[in-house]
C-alpha cells in the first residue's frame, strides 16, 4: 500500500499569503496519479486538481499543483477567506489512498 | 447537472448490517466506476471500494474485505454499498464518488454523505 504523510499538520497564514501544502509517497506514484482536494466543515470533499497538476472543471488558476514520482506540492497563490479549510492528497495508481491531511486556517 | 443523493442517516447496534444507496442522475449511469469513501468523526478520508460500470466487478479495501458489499442497479441509476457485522469503528459519513472521467480514479462528483452511527 502507498502511503502519503502530508505537511504541515496545520498552516496558519493570512489572506493574501501564498500557501504550500507538501504530500510524500512511500513508492513512486506512476504515472503522477496523484489528486488534491479541499473539504470544509460539514462538506463533501472537492476536487482541485488531478493527474498531480491539471486543475478541475471550475477551479480557480490561484490553485497549482507540482511533482512527480514521491514528493508533489499543492501551492495556492494568493489566499482568499474561502480558501481555509483541510487539504487531502490521494493517489490512484496503486489501489487508493488518502493522506492525513493539512488544516489551512487563518492567522 | 450531475447529481448523487444519498439515502438519510442510520443508527445501528454492534453486529447489525447496514446498507447505504446513492442514486445518481444527469449523466449515464452504466458509463462510470463509483467509489465509497468513510470519514469518521473528525478524522481523514478512508477508501472503502470500487465498483466497476457494469456492476460485476468489484474491489474492497483490505480492511473490510468480507464485510462490505457494493452493488448497483442499472434501472434506477442507484449504487448500494453495504456493511456488515458492524463495529463501534465504523461509525463514521459514508460518500458515494463519481470518476472524474473513465478510468481516472479521482472524484469530481460526490454525495452529500451518509452519517452512520454504530452504538448500543
Known amino acids: 500500500e502507498i502511503v502519503l504523510t502530508q505537511s504541515p499538520g496545520t498552516l496558519s497564514l493570512s489572506p493574501g499569503e501564498r500557501a504550500t501544502l507538501s504530500c510524500r509517497a512511500s513508492?513512486?506514484?506512476?504515472?503522477?496519479?496523484l489528486a488534491w482536494y479541499q473539504q470544509k466543515p460539514g462538506q463533501a470533499p472537492r476536487l482541485l486538481i488531478h493527474g498531480a497538476s491539471s486543475r478541475a472543471a471550475g477551479i480557480p488558476d490561484r490553485f497549482s499543483g507540482s511533482g512527480s514520482g514521491t514528493d508533489f506540492t499543492l501551492t495556492i497563490s494568493r489566499l482568499e477567506p474561502e480558501d481555509f479549510a483541510v487539504y487531502y492528497c490521494?493517489?490512484?495508481?496503486?489501489?487508493?489512498?488518502f493522506g492525513q491531511g493539512t488544516k489551512l486556517e487563518i492567522k | 447537472q450531475v447529481q448523487l443523493v444519498q439515502s438519510g442517516a442510520e443508527v445501528k447496534e454492534p453486529g447489525a448490517s447496514v446498507k447505504v444507496s446513492c442514486k445518481a442522475s444527469?449523466?449515464?449511469?452504466?458509463?462510470?466506476?463509483m467509489h465509497w469513501v468513510r470519514q469518521a468523526p473528525g478524522q481523514g478520508l478512508e477508501w472503502v471500494g470500487i465498483i466497476n460500470p457494469s456492476g460485476d466487478t468489484t474491489s474492497y479495501a483490505q480492511k473490510l474485505q468480507g464485510r462490505v458489499t457494493m452493488t448497483r442497479d442499472t434501472s434506477t441509476s442507484t449504487l448500494y454499498m453495504e456493511l456488515s457485522s458492524l463495529r463501534s469503528e465504523d461509525t463514521a459519513v459514508y460518500y458515494c464518488a463519481r470518476e472524474n472521467y473513465l478510468g481516472s480514479g479521482s472524484y469530481l462528483y460526490w454525495g452529500q454523505g451518509t452519517l452512520v452511527t454504530v452504538s448500543s
Open positions: 444527469g449523466y449515464t449511469f452504466s458509463s462510470y466506476y
Open positions: 513508492q513512486s506514484v506512476r504515472d503522477n496519479k
Open positions: 490521494q493517489q490512484y495508481a496503486s489501489s487508493y489512498t
